[in-house]
């Protein structure tokens, strides 16, 4: 799903982000599930450097390297391929898919502390689904929208509800 985001962003033009494709598939991988935790001025600075091994220095010093690589390799393949589901913590959900479209906190939940994450997608002609995110130029070729609601108690995700469309 990352590789073909990745592909659309080179065809907007997206300045410095296109710096992205000088990655290796390895560190695209840990970019990308990082990135909702970056500022900007991060993103920035971190695509700026010239090699793997500055890369991976400033994740180490941003603390944000361990945030992926505490996962065994199986759980990173998941994240990685979005393959969200139950179990998963509110961490490795934004990995996955990025910062939710809407969220919302719960009351009346079996847990102290309850919340919504609602996802947009949009699933193109070829079969492939993207997250949706706002102002892309992917939302006209969409053939098909759905939004999974992602209910997370005390941080774990414990339900998954796919309905179609994208209404609120």
Not at 132 to 159: C, G, H, I, M, W
């Amino acid at each position: 799903m990352h590789r073909l985001l990745l592909a659309l962003l080179f065809v907007a033009g997206c300045g410095w982000e296109g710096r992205v494709r000088l990655l290796s598939d390895v560190e695209f991988d840990h970019y990308y599930a990082l990135k909702p935790f970056m500022p900007e001025e991060d993103r920035k600075a971190f695509l700026k450097l010239k090699t793997e091994e500055e890369r991976s220095a400033f994740l180490k010093e941003k603390g944000l390297w361990d945030r992926f690589y505490k996962y065994p390799e199986h759980v990173r393949k998941g994240i990685v391929s979005g393959a969200v589901q139950n179990g998963w913590t509110k961490d490795m959900v934004y990995m996955a898919w990025g910062a939710p479209f809407d969220k919302r906190a719960l009351a009346g939940r079996p847990a102290p502390r309850s919340e919504l994450l609602v996802y947009r997608f949009e699933k193109q002609e070829d079969g492939t689904v993207l997250v949706y995110l706002p102002n892309s130029k992917t939302e006209y070729k969409a053939v098909e929208r759905f939004t999974r609601d992602v209910y997370l108690d005390s941080d774990q995700v414990t339900e998954i509800v796919e309905r179609k469309g994208w209404s609120q």
